[in-house]
Structures are given as structure tokens and as C-alpha cells.
């Protein structure tokens, strides 16, 4: 099993998923945590309001380009997120976690575990 936790410095849960810089991929087996590794995210950057209109073929475009690093992940872990993004990750059989937690290793274990608390209503 793959996932991805998106972070800005390895450590802590970014609090908006467009916005965030890295994906940290785990891929465990048996319930036992086998390999990290770090991708590139493709961010946006806040120029107005175009990039929260998820019609338009802009945004949807971006929200592709953000979600083809992890095509081989099952689930990411974030802290906040838009609807769009949201939606574009679903498509794509992804599942988006929204957490309140706040390090990269507590949200790791609680996925593993099973016990991670999403939180969709922290969705904008």
C-alpha cells in the first residue's frame, strides 16, 4: 500500500493542499512502514480568485498535473483543501484525508493503525 502526506519542511502536515510543495510517499506491507520518499508537488499560488473557480478548464488542469505524482497512491493526507482538488483526487481513485493532526510521523501511524480521523468538513 502506497500514500502520500503533502508537507512544506518533511515534519509537519501542510494546511492547504494546492499550496503545499512536497508529497512524502509511504509504502508499507503487512502493517509494517517499508520506505519514505519525496515528490515534488506541483503548487498554485494565490493570483486573485481564478484558481478557486473549479469550471474553469484552468483549474482542472492544475488539479491533474497535482494529482499525477501519486497516481500510485491510494489515499494523501492533508490539512485543509479545496473542493475541486478534492474531487479531481476522487476521479482519480484517490483518497483525500483531511486531518487535524499536525506531524508527518503521528498521521503515518494513524493510518496505519487505522485510526486517522478524516475531517471533510474542513473542505473549502
Given at each position: 500500500?502506497?500514500?502520500?502526506?503533502?508537507?512544506?519542511?518533511e515534519?509537519t502536515?501542510?494546511r492547504?493542499?494546492?499550496?503545499a510543495r512536497?508529497?512524502?510517499v509511504?509504502?508499507?506491507g503487512?502493517?509494517?512502514?517499508?520506505?519514505r520518499?519525496?515528490?515534488?508537488k506541483?503548487?498554485h499560488?494565490?493570483?486573485?480568485?481564478?484558481?478557486?473557480?473549479?469550471?474553469?478548464?484552468g483549474a482542472?488542469?492544475?488539479?491533474?498535473?497535482m494529482?499525477?505524482?501519486?497516481l500510485?497512491?491510494?489515499?494523501?493526507?492533508t490539512?485543509?483543501?479545496?473542493r475541486?482538488?478534492?474531487?479531481?483526487?476522487?476521479?482519480?481513485?484517490?483518497r483525500?484525508?483531511?486531518?487535524?493532526?499536525t506531524?508527518?510521523?503521528?498521521?503515518?501511524?494513524?493510518?496505519?493503525?487505522?485510526?486517522l480521523?478524516?475531517?471533510?468538513e474542513r473542505?473549502?
Open positions: 500500500m502506497k500514500f502520500a502526506i503533502v508537507s512544506d519542511d515534519k502536515i501542510s492547504h493542499f494546492g499550496q512536497t508529497y512524502l509511504f509504502t508499507s503487512e502493517g509494517i512502514f517499508m520506505t520518499e519525496s515528490r515534488p506541483p503548487a499560488e494565490h493570483h486573485g480568485h481564478a484558481e478557486h473557480n473549479h469550471q474553469h478548464s482542472n488542469a492544475l488539479h491533474q498535473s494529482a499525477d505524482p501519486i500510485d497512491c491510494e489515499a494523501v493526507i490539512g485543509g483543501m479545496g475541486g482538488a478534492y474531487q479531481s483526487l476522487q476521479a482519480h481513485g484517490i483525500a484525508i483531511i486531518t487535524d493532526l506531524f508527518v510521523e503521528e498521521a503515518v501511524n494513524a493510518y496505519m493503525n487505522g485510526t480521523v478524516d475531517h471533510p473542505l473549502h
